[in-house]
């Protein structure tokens, strides 16, 4: 009998322990809603569109305008946000290359690469080969 008197009021406090614990791990370390990230996904695209062009936007400067911490913006998008840029300049040029006949250093310096160097890399990197054989394979 004495031990059922002293089970008790541990099983309890052990209860109450893990319930206590349930709602600090929920209180603590909440993610940002997904409508957040919606948000600034939606905020960090239009920016892109914008101004991704100009050489000069970078991480830094895409930050300063958007007015978000780096760690929210890359949590939205699960990347970098040099690779949330690099990425949108890839893409843009993938676009280009099958609709224009500009060289591929035009191209590159189009969409906001310094020169072709630094968009060969990247592209190599999503589409599995260089921009000159992606245009012919897929053009052809």
């Not at 319930?19 to 905020?43: A, V």
């Not at 500009?102 to 599995?128: Q, W």
């Amino acid at each position: 009998m004495k031990k059922r008197l002293v089970l008790i009021p541990l099983a309890v406090f052990a209860g109450m322990a893990a319930i206590m614990k349930l709602i600090w791990d929920s209180l603590s370390d909440s993610p940002t809603p997904t409508f957040r990230y919606d948000e600034i996904q939606t905020r960090v695209r239009k920016l892109l569109k914008e101004r991704a062009e100009n050489k000069l936007f970078t991480a830094a400067r895409l930050l300063e305008e958007l007015g978000e911490p780096r760690d929210i913006v890359e949590s939205a998008f699960g990347e970098t946000v040099e690779q949330i840029i690099e990425d949108f300049r890839v893409e843009k040029a993938e676009r280009l290359l099958l609709s224009s006949d500009d060289t591929i250093s035009c191209i590159a310096e189009t969409v906001g690469f310094s020169d072709s160097g630094e968009l060969y890399r990247p592209f190599k990197m999503n589409y599995g080969m260089e921009p000159s054989q992606y245009r012919e394979k897929h053009r052809s």
